[in-house]
T-cell receptor, first 113, second 111 residues
Framework: NAGVMQNPRHLVRRRGQEARLRCSPM?????VYWYRQLPEEGLKFMVY????????ESGMPKERFSAEFPKEGPSILRIQQVVRGDSAAYFC???????????FGSGTRLTVV | GENVEQHPSTLSVQEGDSAVIKCTYS??????FPWYKQELGKRPQLIID?????GEKKDQRIAVTLNKTAKHFSLHITETQPEDSAVYFC??????????FGTGTSLTVIP
């Protein structure tokens, strides 16, 4: 089992560009969660998805950010028109239907220059 | 939602001493409390967890206690070693799948 796979590990974008972050959950896991971690800060919940459904997006900024988890393929976190404040580590986690715990991916470190 | 507070934000201990990290939560419906360890530049990894029907759980040098009445839970690390140095996060889960994390404690074990 390859675990939760995130790519890319590092992503550099210029201000105004789009960033796409991908997350493939563990085999058998149908729930995906995205978290943002700013330097020296904790994990801030962004969005919780199941296949083809957004369950909870209460932590997602209202503008520029979107997430999906299609029937086929990885979950995608999309940030449009990135700004310097979007620079952070973005972690994806997955769980089965009855989560004992999350399994985290290695994260994508986004740098906006 | 749930609000999880974690203290202290930084903690330094001598090797061999004990370390205690405390968290409080706001929603009495929370029923599951995991602890994660994150080493620099790496992913958070589960180290121990406790359910709301249990007061204490121990795994070798790590233990977690839960006080449901006071709505707080603590991580205890005994006989600390340099490799215990990391950031530790507590979390609480309400009835759904959503986890709410504390802001983290940076633990440094001084050799």
């Amino acid at each position: 089992n390859a675990g939760v796979m995130q790519n890319p590990r590092h992503l550099v974008r210029r201000r105004g560009q789009e960033a796409r972050l991908r997350c493939s959950p563990m085999k058998g896991h149908s729930h995906v969660y995205w978290y943002r971690q700013l330097p020296e800060e904790g994990l801030k919940f962004m969005v919780y998805l199941q296949k083809e459904n957004i369950i909870d997006e209460s932590g997602m900024p209202k503008e520029r950010f979107s997430a999906e988890f299609p029937k086929e393929g990885p979950s995608i976190l999309r940030i449009q028109q990135v700004v310097r404040g979007d620079s952070a580590a973005y972690f994806c986690a997955s769980s089965p239907d009855s989560p004992r715990s999350y399994t985290f991916g290695s994260g994508t470190r986004l740098t906006v220059v | 939602g749930e609000n999880v507070e974690q203290h202290p934000s930084t903690l330094s201990v001598q090797e061999g001493d004990s370390a205690v990290i405390k968290c409080t939560y706001s929603d009495s419906a929370s029923n599951y409390f995991p602890w994660y360890k994150q080493e620099l530049g790496k992913r958070p990894q589960l180290i121990i967890d406790i359910r709301s029907n249990v007061g204490e759980k121990k795994d070798q040098r790590i233990a977690v206690t839960l006080n449901k009445t006071a709505k707080h839970f603590s991580l205890h690390i005994t006989e600390t070693q340099p490799e215990d140095s990391a950031v530790y996060f507590c979390a609480a889960r309400l009835t759904g799948n959503q986890f709410y994390f504390g802001t983290g404690t940076s633990l440094t074990v001084i050799p």
